[in-house]
């Protein structure tokens, strides 16, 4: 007796296989940074131009000046497949890696395929410094 599969099994385990990783590479991961310890820098007032940010990838934190005075931070990670964003203007934040755009004022998602916000970090003002809290 063989120990030879036959071609019937292998292309239907085959599928079975492609099947599978093609719904798993189309699932939502939501991996994000986690929040910076309290009082750690994150940059300068004046370098958070209106409507625009900065994304500082060693904290894992954008922040961002939605409105004149009001900033923002937010996980620097997409929730899409945990690709670092990549640009912060115009009143969005993007991530390059699959093209998903969240709202800096909110962190919602403009523009898929992420369908989860960035998580927000709290910080605080302290003239011309932004910390973590």
Request: charged fraction near 20%.
């Amino acid at each position: 007796m063989s120990n030879a599969y036959s071609r019937r099994a292998v292309i239907a385990g085959t599928g079975a296989v492609i099947a599978g990783t093609a719904v798993g590479a189309c699932g939502e991961v939501v991996r994000t940074a986690d929040a910076p310890p309290s009082g750690t820098p994150l940059g300068k007032v004046s370098g958070i131009p209106v409507g625009g940010g900065e994304i500082f990838a060693e904290a894992g934190v954008v922040v961002c000046q939605p409105e004149e005075g009001k900033f923002k931070a937010y996980s620097a990670i997409c929730t899409h497949r945990g690709c670092k964003v990549t640009a912060v203007r115009d009143g969005q934040i993007t991530c390059e890696c699959h093209y998903s755009v969240f709202n800096m004022k909110d962190g919602t998602v403009t523009s898929g395929p992420a369908k989860q916000p960035l998580p927000e970090f709290g910080l605080k003002v302290d003239g011309d410094e932004i910390q973590a809290v």
